[in-house]
Nanobody, 114 residues
Framework: VQLQASGGGLVQAGGSLRISCAVS????????MGWYRQAPGKQRELVAA???????TYANTVKGRFIISRDNAKNTVYLQMNSLKPEDTAVYYC?????????WGQGTQLTVSS
Protein backbone atom coordinates (compact mmCIF):
# COMPACT_ATOMS: atom_id res chain seq x y z
CA VAL A 1 0.00 0.00 0.00
CA GLN A 2 1.21 3.49 -0.82
CA LEU A 3 -0.01 6.65 0.89
CA GLN A 4 0.93 9.86 -0.92
CA ALA A 5 0.02 13.02 0.98
CA SER A 6 0.37 16.36 -0.76
CA GLY A 7 -0.69 19.98 -0.70
CA GLY A 8 1.03 21.25 2.42
CA GLY A 9 2.80 24.56 2.60
CA LEU A 10 3.30 27.81 4.46
CA VAL A 11 0.12 29.62 5.45
CA GLN A 12 -0.57 32.67 7.57
CA ALA A 13 -2.65 32.29 10.70
CA GLY A 14 -6.32 32.51 9.82
CA GLY A 15 -5.76 31.11 6.37
CA SER A 16 -7.00 27.93 4.72
CA LEU A 17 -5.47 25.00 2.92
CA ARG A 18 -6.65 21.69 1.52
CA ILE A 19 -4.39 18.67 1.61
CA SER A 20 -4.88 15.40 -0.21
CA CYS A 21 -3.81 11.82 0.20
CA ALA A 22 -3.88 9.32 -2.61
CA VAL A 23 -4.05 5.68 -1.61
CA SER A 24 -2.93 2.87 -3.87
CA UNK A 25 -2.65 -0.86 -3.43
CA UNK A 26 -5.72 -1.35 -1.30
CA UNK A 27 -9.50 -1.45 -1.69
CA UNK A 28 -9.87 2.14 -0.62
CA UNK A 29 -13.66 2.34 -0.45
CA UNK A 30 -14.04 -0.23 2.34
CA UNK A 31 -11.55 1.38 4.67
CA UNK A 32 -12.12 4.00 7.30
CA MET A 33 -9.44 6.62 6.87
CA GLY A 34 -7.90 9.21 9.10
CA TRP A 35 -5.71 12.27 8.98
CA TYR A 36 -2.99 12.33 11.60
CA ARG A 37 -0.42 14.95 12.45
CA GLN A 38 2.89 15.03 14.24
CA ALA A 39 4.41 18.23 15.50
CA PRO A 40 8.10 18.45 16.44
CA GLY A 41 8.73 16.75 19.77
CA LYS A 42 5.18 15.44 20.01
CA GLN A 43 3.46 12.14 19.37
CA ARG A 44 1.43 11.56 16.28
CA GLU A 45 -2.25 12.30 16.88
CA LEU A 46 -5.44 11.57 14.99
CA VAL A 47 -7.20 14.80 14.04
CA ALA A 48 -9.97 13.67 11.70
CA ALA A 49 -11.55 10.40 10.63
CA UNK A 50 -14.03 9.29 8.02
CA UNK A 51 -15.70 5.89 7.81
CA UNK A 52 -16.35 3.96 4.63
CA UNK A 53 -19.90 5.26 4.83
CA UNK A 54 -18.82 8.87 5.13
CA UNK A 55 -19.38 9.51 8.84
CA UNK A 56 -16.82 11.90 10.28
CA THR A 57 -15.29 12.64 13.65
CA TYR A 58 -12.77 15.25 14.73
CA ALA A 59 -10.37 15.95 17.53
CA ASN A 60 -11.55 18.78 19.77
CA THR A 61 -8.56 20.86 18.71
CA VAL A 62 -9.75 21.04 15.09
CA LYS A 63 -13.51 20.60 15.40
CA GLY A 64 -15.35 23.33 13.54
CA ARG A 65 -12.24 24.27 11.53
CA PHE A 66 -11.23 21.13 9.63
CA ILE A 67 -13.33 19.04 7.26
CA ILE A 68 -12.39 15.54 6.13
CA SER A 69 -13.83 14.09 2.96
CA ARG A 70 -13.15 11.28 0.54
CA ASP A 71 -13.54 10.50 -3.14
CA ASN A 72 -13.71 6.74 -3.55
CA ALA A 73 -13.53 7.01 -7.33
CA LYS A 74 -10.13 8.68 -6.98
CA ASN A 75 -8.93 6.66 -3.98
CA THR A 76 -8.25 9.96 -2.27
CA VAL A 77 -8.98 11.48 1.11
CA TYR A 78 -8.93 15.23 1.70
CA LEU A 79 -8.57 17.55 4.65
CA GLN A 80 -9.87 21.09 4.30
CA MET A 81 -8.26 23.21 6.99
CA ASN A 82 -9.70 26.63 7.84
CA SER A 83 -8.92 29.26 10.44
CA LEU A 84 -5.45 27.85 10.76
CA LYS A 85 -3.43 28.48 13.90
CA PRO A 86 0.32 28.28 14.53
CA GLU A 87 -0.33 25.22 16.71
CA ASP A 88 -1.60 23.40 13.62
CA THR A 89 1.98 23.34 12.36
CA ALA A 90 2.93 19.69 11.85
CA VAL A 91 3.56 16.98 9.32
CA TYR A 92 0.20 15.60 8.24
CA TYR A 93 -0.28 11.96 7.31
CA CYS A 94 -3.21 9.89 6.21
CA UNK A 95 -3.69 6.24 7.04
CA UNK A 96 -6.32 3.61 7.50
CA UNK A 97 -8.01 3.80 10.87
CA UNK A 98 -8.00 0.21 12.10
CA UNK A 99 -5.48 -1.14 11.72
CA UNK A 100 -3.15 1.44 10.21
CA UNK A 101 -1.17 0.37 7.18
CA UNK A 102 2.45 -0.38 8.04
CA UNK A 103 3.86 2.35 5.83
CA TRP A 104 2.84 5.93 6.66
CA GLY A 105 4.40 7.62 3.67
CA GLN A 106 6.28 10.90 3.94
CA GLY A 107 3.35 13.05 4.92
CA THR A 108 2.97 16.69 3.97
CA GLN A 109 4.31 19.62 5.99
CA LEU A 110 2.02 22.42 7.11
CA THR A 111 3.56 25.50 8.64
CA VAL A 112 1.30 28.22 9.99
CA SER A 113 2.96 31.55 10.63
CA SER A 114 1.65 34.00 13.22
Amino acid sequence: VQLQASGGGLVQAGGSLRISCAVSGSIFSINGMGWYRQAPGKQRELVAAITSGGSTTYANTVKGRFIISRDNAKNTVYLQMNSLKPEDTAVYYCNRLVPPFGSWGQGTQLTVSS
